[in-house]
């Protein structure tokens, strides 16, 4: 048995990127990372859309870390999804970062004798600073178009006008 510190985290990791790798690295000096991970129905709850990655697959990039012990989808929902779970696991360390700082959160964990951290958002090396609401910002949707006069007619032409990906029907 480890007896290094449970250190809590939760999240919903949706475009895992460098930003999130930091922090999760950062928490992982404190002891090791137990991450309560947004469920899709939660994520779309809270946030009025859908994910881009599933929850499967969310949780499958996170245990593929070297910095995460463990990673188990939230049961609950709204925006103390984790409670339940968090009081399961019993941590001595709940770490957040400035966004999901909230008062509500340091009162649960100071009623329920968890150490609160708040850390701040710092990123790698030269890395520019990442957040999952800036990268959804700058990604476009990929265009599609639907060919139905077969793509070698229209192609060069409607590509002038409108380049991106083509869909060909049977």
Same mark, same amino acid.
């Given at each position: ?30 002891? *090791? /990372?137990? #991450? ?5 129905? =939660?994520?779309?709850?809270? @946030?009025?859309? %859908?994910?881009?990655?599933? &929850? ?35 941590? *001595? /360390?709940? #770490? ?5 700082? =909230?008062?509500?959160?340091? @009162?649960?964990? %100071?009623?329920?004798?968890? &150490? ?9 090396a030269n890395l520019p600073t ?16 639907i060919d139905l006069a077969g ?20």
């Amino acid at each position: 048995m480890s007896d290094r510190k449970k250190v809590f985290v939760s999240g919903c990791f949706d475009l895992l990127h460098s930003g999130h790798v930091a922090f999760l690295k950062e928490a992982c000096q404190l002891g *090791d /990372v137990y #991450v309560g991970l947004g469920s899709d129905a =939660t994520i779309n709850e809270l @946030k009025g859309r %859908k994910t881009i990655n599933s &929850e499967e697959e969310r949780k499958y990039m996170l245990e593929a870390l070297s910095c995460v012990h463990s990673v188990k989808i939230n049961s609950g929902d709204g925006i103390l999804d984790f409670l339940d779970d968090m009081k399961k696991l019993g941590p *001595d /360390v709940f #770490v957040v970062n400035e966004d999901g700082n =909230t008062p509500e959160k340091e @009162k649960i964990c %100071k009623e329920l004798r968890i &150490e609160y951290k708040v850390l701040k958002r710092i990123p790698y090396a030269n890395l520019p600073t990442r957040s999952t609401t800036s990268l959804r910002k700058e990604i476009t949707p990929i265009p599609y178009r639907i060919d139905l006069a077969g793509t070698w007619i229209d192609q060069p032409y409607v590509s002038k006008f409108h380049p991106g990906g083509l869909l060909q029907l049977p």
